[in-house]
């Protein structure tokens, strides 16, 4: 996989929803450019952030290639992810937090898997060398918890080890964006699902502890997955042949 800088003709386009992240974004874009260097662009979609972080990455627009997509309101993560896509130019989606938890290092080895041949490539906790760092044991059992519930209501996410990442790639072509309909902060069960692929990788990484700031997830985002996976339920029953 070393090699896909050099391979690559095509645009990356990397989605990042933000709210109040202003400390944790410069850190994270520069980290992007040492990765990435050329053909890409960031697209921050960023719900109106009370700490200023749209304006931050404005600024940050300045120097490298980011553009900036600012919300009325705090509308959701997986929401976010779906503007960002409207936006976005590339060939190839890559989302992922910026809260500094997912390794802007291993969207080269996406890359790769890509341009090999994959439709999406999962960057998965759960799966040799991959891990977490920093979870409380509440958080931990949440996690799986939610990957165990998806792969019983949903046949497609039966042969995934972690359908709940928030890093991954996506190649454009293989999504319809007006089919989907997201909800809470969970959208690549929803991507898996409603995609006309089955070329599917997944990739070790170590989820590590956020940099600055406070965790977004609320009470109310585990009622919002409970109701997604019931939708992608019906969804594939529905288009089930």
Same mark, same amino acid.
């Given at each position: 996989?070393?090699?896909?800088?050099?391979?690559?003709?095509?645009?990356?386009?990397?989605?990042?929803?933000?709210?109040? =992240? %202003?400390?944790?974004?410069?850190?994270? *874009?520069?980290?992007?450019?040492?990765?990435?260097?050329?053909?890409?662009?960031?697209?921050?979609?960023?719900?109106?952030?009370?700490?200023?972080?749209?304006?931050?990455?404005?600024?940050?627009? =300045? /120097?490298?290639?980011? &553009?900036?997509?600012?919300?009325?309101?705090?509308?959701?993560?997986?929401?976010?992810?779906?503007?960002?896509?409207?936006?976005?130019?590339?060939?190839?989606?890559?989302?992922?937090?910026?809260?500094?938890?997912?390794?802007? =290092? &291993?969207?080269?080895?996406?890359?790769?898997?890509?341009?090999?041949?994959?439709?999406?490539?999962?960057?998965? %906790?759960?799966? =040799?060398? @991959?891990?977490?760092?920093?979870?409380?044991?509440?958080? !931990?059992?949440?996690? !799986?918890?939610?990957?165990?519930?998806? $792969? *019983?209501?949903?046949?497609?996410?039966?042969?995934?080890?972690?359908?709940?990442?928030?890093?991954?790639?996506? &190649? &454009?072509?293989?999504?319809?964006?007006? $089919?989907?309909?997201? /909800?809470?902060?969970?959208?690549?069960?929803?991507?898996?699902?409603?995609?006309?692929?089955? /070329?599917?990788?997944?990739?070790?990484?170590?989820? $590590?502890? %956020?940099? /600055?700031?406070?965790? $977004?997830?609320?009470?109310?985002?585990?009622?919002?997955?409970? *109701?997604?996976?019931?939708?992608?339920?019906?969804?594939? *029953?529905?288009? %089930? @042949?």
């Amino acid at each position: 996989m070393g090699n896909w800088l050099e391979k690559m003709h095509t645009m990356i386009s990397v989605i990042i929803p933000t709210y109040n =992240e %202003r400390d944790n974004l410069p850190i994270l *874009i520069d980290l992007i450019h040492s990765c990435l260097r050329r053909d890409y662009e960031v697209i921050v979609v960023d719900d109106s952030s009370p700490d200023g972080t749209y304006l931050v990455a404005g600024r940050l627009a =300045e /120097k490298y290639p980011v &553009r900036v997509v600012v919300r009325p309101c705090k509308m959701g993560l997986a929401s976010a992810v779906v503007e960002g896509f409207r936006n976005a130019c590339g060939e190839f989606f890559v989302v992922m937090d910026a809260d500094l938890q997912h390794p802007p =290092e &291993r969207i080269g080895d996406m890359i790769g898997m890509a341009l090999g041949g994959y439709d999406i490539v999962i960057g998965s %906790r759960y799966i =040799e060398q @991959g891990g977490v760092e920093g979870l409380s044991f509440f958080r !931990r059992l949440v996690s !799986r918890g939610a990957i165990i519930i998806s $792969k *019983i209501f949903v046949p497609k996410l039966r042969g995934i080890k972690d359908p709940v990442s928030g890093f991954f790639l996506v &190649r &454009r072509n293989v999504i319809d964006i007006d $089919k989907l309909s997201p /909800k809470g902060f969970k959208i690549l069960m929803e991507i898996i699902v409603k995609s006309n692929t089955d /070329k599917i990788a997944e990739i070790p990484y170590i989820f $590590k502890s %956020r940099g /600055k700031g406070k965790s $977004k997830l609320k009470f109310n985002e585990y009622i919002l997955f409970l *109701i997604h996976v019931l939708k992608l339920m019906f969804y594939s *029953i529905h288009n %089930r @042949g």
